[in-house]
């Protein structure tokens, strides 16, 4: 079937620097993507989203750039802090009609100080 | 953080025991989600609900079972636990059937000997 992938399993940071995390996806039709954040033993938590219709999304001190043409999705974090440090996921609305999240396996970010 | 309650937080039992773990949010969110979280796999969806009483089968749902009686609680119930079944449980709600984000709760870990 097709899902929701992460180019690196693992990124080193150094703190204040900026952080890019990669995901690819194979659904063409996916409309809907969302990144999260998961610290350990927690849920994951909601960072960012964006629809299909638009090519990038900002936050406070996050960005999303979403490329339809090469199915390529990117979480840029700016000035990264030792509080950024966890596995970030990204997820694809793979079915428009239910509203099911497929996931990525994760790429877990370290912050160096 | 998402009014979600996940209990217990860790439970250890034996094979062919029936477990059940609880989804409890205060959002009155009418859409509910079960996941479970391993190694290498990220999260699958095992069961879904849009509202009391109204429940559908995700990817992972062979051995689970889902009740949603109440607006605010959410159900898994493994009839007869085994081993493969081992794994963290995440219970997820969202407001809106399409684009909009799921909020996770903090998991319960369970342990299947």
């Known amino acids: 079937g097709e899902s929701v992938g992460l180019h690196l399993p693992t990124l080193s940071v150094q703190e204040g620097d900026n952080s890019i995390i990669n995901c690819a996806y194979s659904n063409s039709a996916s409309d809907y993507f969302i990144w999260y954040k998961q610290e350990s033993g927690k849920g994951p938590q909601f960072i960012i989203d964006i629809r299909s219709n638009m090519d990038k999304r900002q936050g406070q001190r996050v960005t999303v750039l979403l490329n339809k043409t090469v199915k390529h999705l990117s979480l840029q974090i700016a000035a990264t802090q030792p509080g950024d440090s966890a596995v970030y996921f990204c997820?694809?609305?793979?079915?428009?009609?239910?509203?099911?999240?497929?996931f990525g396996a994760g790429t877990t970010v370290t912050v160096r100080a | 953080d998402a009014g979600i309650t996940q209990s217990p937080r860790h439970k250890v039992t034996e094979t062919g025991t029936p477990v059940t773990l609880r989804c409890h949010q205060t959002?009155?969110?009418?859409?509910m989600y079960w996941y479970r979280q391993d190694p290498g796999h990220g999260l699958r969806l095992i069961h879904y609900s849009y509202g009391v009483k109204d429940t559908d089968k995700g990817e992972v749902s062979d051995g689970y079972s889902v009740s949603r009686s109440k607006t605010e609680d959410f159900l898994l119930t493994l009839e007869s636990a085994t081993s493969s079944q081992t794994s963290v449980y995440f219970c997820?709600?969202?407001?809106?059937?399409?684009?909009?984000?799921?909020?996770f709760g903090d998991g319960t870990r369970l342990s299947i000997l």
């Open positions: 997820a694809e609305n793979i079915d428009k009609v239910d509203y099911k999240l497929s």
């Open positions: 959002e009155n969110h009418r859409y």
């Open positions: 997820a709600i969202s407001e809106s059937k399409g684009y909009g984000a799921q909020h």
